[in-house]
């Protein structure tokens, strides 16, 4: 009843100054009624009927559809297919049921590939870990990456320590599925440099078939330099010893027959420390 009375005495209170009352405010049922009423929204003003109503009114809406996600992924690793010099990349993407349930991502989506950190061959399958840092969610996402990639191959038969010319190789396209990790795929990288062993026709040059150039033949008339502050000193030698670049080989002195050791640093050209 003291409840009551305070109900009744709030809604005299509020209404007190309107000379006409509402009809409803018409006897005593009608007056506990709005003070209860009243009092229940002043004390609870932030919850609007509609989420009664409707439980759904406040549920995230979906997530963005896969198609746009499959669109971020391609994109993403096209790039960095090209950034390796492939070509006729494919990228196959597996649809995951999983995430079309999942609730819209409030910030960026991260995309992370383990496979990626341990090594830098991009074709394959791959698993891409897809997640959200708000609301926190993640899920997992396959594909595969296909297409071919540049190759250094022999036209002929190089016999050892030859300089490489260009009639002598060429470049092809090969699978990036099958292609070798060290194989060459740049023609500059090759022509002028020399077979570090026989090379028969037609194979995949890598790393370990090449060795730099002799600037230095043996037996041939070079010239030693000698510095002196800054004063250079020329005269004439003869090479007793095939040299490349930065190599340090015995070199006799055509006047005096003195045999010295000097660096090669140019072509027919060495230079005494």
Request: proline residues 7%.
């Amino acid at each position: 009843m003291n409840f009551i009375k305070r109900m009744q005495t709030s809604c005299h209170y509020k209404l007190k100054s309107k000379k006409t009352l509402p009809f409803f405010y018409k006897n005593e049922q009608s007056k506990i009624l709005l003070g209860i009423t009243l009092t229940i929204f002043s004390l609870f003003p932030f919850f609007p009927l509609s989420s009664y109503a409707n439980p759904l009114a406040y549920s995230k809406p979906p997530t963005e559809d896969f198609d746009h996600l499959q669109q971020k992924l391609h994109q993403l690793y096209l790039k960095k297919a090209h950034q390796q010099g492939m070509r006729s990349v494919t990228i196959h993407i597996k649809k995951n049921s999983s995430f079309d349930k999942l609730p819209k991502c409030q910030t960026s989506i991260q995309f992370e590939d383990r496979l990626l950190r341990r090594q830098s061959r991009l074709v394959g399958r791959h698993t891409i870990k897809v997640s959200c840092p708000t609301p926190k969610w993640k899920t997992y996402i396959s594909l595969n990456i296909s297409g071919t990639v540049p190759a250094i191959v022999s036209t002929q038969g190089i016999m050892k320590n030859i300089t490489i010319t260009p009639n002598m190789v060429k470049q092809v396209w090969q699978d990036a599925q099958k292609a070798r990790q060290q194989r060459l795929v740049s023609l500059k990288t090759v022509i002028g440099m020399r077979a570090k062993r026989p090379i028969p026709p037609n194979k995949v040059l890598t790393i370990k078939d090449i060795v730099p150039p002799y600037l230095v033949t043996k037996h041939n008339e070079v010239t030693i330099e000698t510095r002196i502050g800054t004063i250079t000193i020329r005269t004439k030698g003869i090479a007793e010893k095939d040299g490349i670049q930065g190599e340090q080989i015995p070199v006799k002195n055509k006047k005096s027959g003195k045999v010295i050791k000097a660096i090669v640093t140019g072509r027919d050209l060495v230079e005494v420390p």
